[in-house]
């Protein structure tokens, strides 16, 4: 089974005159920086991080797939000569690689970095392609299948939350 799992912290360093320096600190993808005195702290919130990305990872892969069967539905009604084909189709191969990739590079030294940038660019491009299915609906004056593109919008939307917010008010500094 496909899993990401995150091991990268920096090491103390005592020979520093910076406070933050002398902690153990776990640089996430979004933008944080979590520090902690003890290594225990520090391992134990990267088995929880781990939890989180892997849960994130699960539910945009089974999103992914009902977005896909939404396009493949849609597809019998796109035009040839409209691009909206090529770029829905381009969109949901990169997150295809985006999700191999967060499970790939997660070990090496930017890991933490790559696994949650990775997977919120995934949400990012899904919310796109979801805008051009609903675009592509209201044209065509279907309107059975919005509902179901505003609900899953939403849970993308909350699993990009969790990831930009993971972290906060953790640490110890």
Known sequence: MKQIVIQNFKEPRNDSHLTRDKLFTVHLGNHRFIRFKGKRNCITFLAETNRVLNEAMQNINQIYGEVFVIFRDAWLSMSTTDRVEDTVQMKLDSVAKLLNKSCELCKHTNGNTYAFTSL????????????????????????????KLRYIKFQLEIIKNTLENHGIGCGDQ
């Open 120 to 147: 919120m660019s995934s949400c990012t491009i899904l919310i796109e392609v979801l805008d051009f299915l609903s675009k592509f609906y209201v044209d065509k004056k279907h309107h059975m299948p919005l509902q």
